[in-house]
């Protein structure tokens, strides 16, 4: 069974940083792992996918050049660095395990096999 832990969120102002980790328990060899967020009142979207090897990696426009997806498969951990960020950022955000398909254009997760954290909280006021 495969337990996804995320930690790191918090209240910041306009223009600083946080880094979110998340760690995976588990999770088989091979399997795709990313961070999605959800806002009040929108759906859920992916803001940084990235391989098991960290070759492929996905980020919308809207956070690319300001996040950075990083993981290290020896401690089962995910991270997810995010500097200059904006209050549109404010959102629960969550780590996925096991996504369903992963490009640079396309990151999924799956009803079926995706495994999720309880979330962490990003509040940036301006």
């Known amino acids: 069974q495969v337990q996804v832990v995320e930690s790191g969120g918090g209240l910041v102002q306009a223009g600083e940083s946080l880094r979110l980790s998340c760690t995976a328990s588990g999770l088989p060899y091979g399997k795709a792992m990313g961070w999605f967020r959800q806002a009040p009142g929108k759906e859920r979207e992916p803001v940084a996918c990235i391989d098991w090897h960290g070759y492929t990696k996905y980020y919308p426009q809207s956070v690319r050049g300001r996040f950075t997806i990083s993981r290290d498969n020896g401690k089962d951990t995910m991270y997810l660095q995010m500097n200059s960020l904006e209050p549109d950022d404010t959102a629960m955000y969550y780590c996925?395990?096991?996504?369903?398909?992963?490009?640079?254009?396309?990151?999924?997760?799956?009803?079926?096999?995706?495994?999720w954290g309880q979330g962490t909280q990003v509040t940036v006021s301006s």
């Open positions: 996925a395990a096991d996504l369903a398909i992963l490009t640079m254009f396309v990151c999924q997760s799956s009803q079926d096999s995706t495994y």
